[in-house]
Antibody, heavy 121, light 107 residues
Framework: QVQLVESGGGLVKPGGSLRLSCAASGFTFSDYYMSWIRQAPGKGLEWVSYISSSGSTIYYADSVKGRFTISRDNAKNSLYLQMNSLRAEDTAVYYC??????????????WGQGTLVTVSS | QSALTQPPSASGSPGQSVTISCTGTSSDVGGYNYVSWYQQHPGKAPKLMIYEVSKRPSGVPDRFSGSKSGNTASLTVSGLQAEDEADYYCSSYAGILFGGGTKLTVL
């Protein structure tokens, strides 16, 4: 069965950096777009970033553009999110999700359990 | 693109039906037959309940149904059960846009 396991969250000071990882199993990782989606405490879901199956196409939400970098290693079945210049408003549970569908029809059938990132001094 | 608009809360008694709306624009909800709905219980990851407006993934009860009219999509939960109490989020425009969420209470 499809499994997505995030790691790397924790407490970081404003302006600091953190790298999240997502280990995928149970499907052919290199066939799928992947995404990061976050949820601030007590708030709704916010899409963060997409990466294509090969890694050649990447999209970011305006709120993280220029600060976050998504990447993947298909040989290791892993997805990453490098987060720099972190702000208090980046505090959230970060979910890794497999993307199903295509183009405007993309949706998220499989999610990890999430990893909490707290940005605070 | 702005977030999609959902009512903050909805409720119903066991066995009843409840409908949750999700309003966007002609550039997102109204422009494509690509609306998805997610259920989230406290402390858990979201779960896909509906995709492409009205399709159910395997394992999702047929009590859950989706529809769309113009710029508004809807999720209907029929035969409400206690375990349906959760937050529900709509999404459109390739998953880039989410609604603010609706807390469904089973009375």
């Amino acid at each position: 069965q499809v499994q997505l396991v995030e790691s790397g969250g924790g407490l970081v000071k404003p302006g600091g950096s953190l790298r999240l990882s997502c280990a995928a199993s149970g499907f052919t990782f290199s066939d799928y777009y992947m995404s990061w989606i976050r949820q601030a405490p007590g708030k709704g879901l916010e899409w963060v970033s997409y990466i294509s199956s090969s890694g050649s196409t990447i999209y970011y939400a305006d709120s993280v553009k220029g600060r976050f970098t998504i990447s993947r290693d298909n040989a290791k079945n892993s997805l990453y999110l490098q987060m720099n210049s972190l702000r208090a408003e980046d505090t959230a549970v970060y979910y890794c999700a497999r993307v199903d569908g295509a183009a405007a029809g993309r949706h998220f059938q499989h999610w990890g359990q999430g990893t909490l990132v707290t940005v605070s001094s | 693109q702005s977030a999609l608009t959902q009512p903050p809360s909805a409720s119903g008694s066991p066995g009843q039906s409840v409908t949750i709306s999700c309003t966007g624009t002609s550039s997102d909800v109204g422009g494509y037959n690509y609306v998805s709905w997610y259920q989230q219980h406290p402390g858990k990851a979201p779960k896909l309940m509906i995709y492409e407006v009205s399709k159910r993934p395997s394992g999702v009860p047929d009590r859950f149904s989706g529809s769309k009219s113009g710029n508004t999509a809807s999720l209907t939960v029929s035969g409400l059960q206690a375990e349906d109490e959760a937050d529900y989020y709509c999404s459109s425009y390739a998953g880039i846009l989410f609604g603010g969420g609706t807390k469904l209470t089973v009375l």
